[in-house]
């Protein structure tokens, strides 16, 4: 999707924001970056694949990735943005690429981001609350929600928003399903939200007897339209949704001459493809301007339309979110109440690093190429590999045996150029593939943060087996050595002197653990 379509970039310039396009950035560059900053203490991403592959890029060498000093974890405090300064003063780069998701301030995509907290000392947390609202979305998409507004709803009517968003992907999976009502058990074991099912509809029902509306319209993924649909209808609520057929409509339609007066000079109009995303985009203008908007906290799209509720001057008091709270059981928690903890005592508190792909231990600052991948295996060491089975769903069900099951194998012996590259990238400051899955000894399927922690006690083994299950381990465990051993020597074939050595070090920590299992079990 074309960024300058989609948002109001002039918007930006009236404020003297600084910023260049990538498209206008290449007429003079051959896209060969100097240094990559990342923002996160965890391993690297697969750096090529995403410079490279995705973003069309050349990546540094491996001496140009390099942490931040400046980080939600590491603070960002006047001197450590003095510390990032003259690191990035210390050679002459030209051109630096930076990867952050919520690592710049804490729990940017949630919900009002920094915006409704007192930063205090905190650098970027000011910053991003005095930037982030300039970003909006351009008035082309607000004349595309407009007109399904005008259309669907009725220009001067009132109506709440709600974004439906069971979490995480494996709990969309479970709504998704055809039964009339879902299990208890399952929900508690793979949803982090699975007090939304329970909830979303009465709290809107709530909203509407508070705020004396009727008309709800909803987004939701398209998969488990049916099943929302089929329970607020139960209770009493005839929600309004936006389709394909609908935003490819309002694509279509010819402005009015009064429109194309008023669009004069307000650069593209939208010619980017009609695409589920270009739809998700305009339902989040839609609930931006709605009178009352009812959102799911976990989700990064609420933050971006809460956000953008700010932005526009709603009042924060007129967007709500779905929690576990026993208050919030029948009207759901208005928005400022999450915001009664201070930012730093949040910080402080670490409940956000649950939220987030993966937290490991604080490095040393700054680490890049050989020694980077020294100390992040120092580093992971006893940490029994539980980050990386968030970051590959469902990974570990193929690993069981080892050293990444079938499709491990099947990947090595048909790996593409571009894929060994994106392997090496990840090697270079965090664990691979291989080593990851033997570190885990056994795999474990992500079914979200509950089902992790009763999951684990079954992988080595429940109580009730005791001493027969100890003596099995004792036994069986030469047969799984000569196993692993096959295995490696095939793996061998596979990978260059440095990738072998890894997925040694990797066999010989998943042995340790089988060990101390075994004793666990006696």
Known sequence: MAIRELFDLDLLRSFNVTFIQLHELRKHWNGQLDMLLYFRDDAFPAVRRLVDKHMGLKPPRQEGWVRSPVSVERGCSAEKVEELRAMLASRPYRYVAMISYDDFAMETHKLAGTLLYDCGQDLCCAAYKARSPLLRKSPHVYELAGNFIRDKIGKHNKFIAAHIRPMPDDCVELWKRPEEDLDPKQLEEICRTDFM?????????????????????????????PRVFRMLKAGGISPVYMDMAELNASLHRQPSPQQQQQQAGRGPRITTPLSVSLLAVVEEA?????TVFLGTAESSMTGMIVQERLARGTAPASSYYMSSAPECAELPCPLPRYYATGYEERLRGKEWAG???THRAAPPPLRAGAVAQEEDWAEGEGEGGEGGAEEVEGEGEEGEEGGGGPRARRRDEDSSEEEEDAIEGERVAGRSAEEEEAVQGSGRSVRGRKRRREDEPAHEGEEEQGEVEAAEADAGASEEEEEEELRLSLARRQLSRPRWAVARRGTARARRWLTVAARAKR
């Open 197 to 225: 099912y329970y909830r979303f509809v009465s709290n809107l029902q709530a909203l509407q007897r508070k705020h004396n509306i009727s008309t709800v319209f909803i987004m939701t993924h398209p998969v488990i339209r």
């Open 286 to 290: 839609v609930s931006a301007a709605a």
């Open 355 to 357: 939220g987030r792909h």
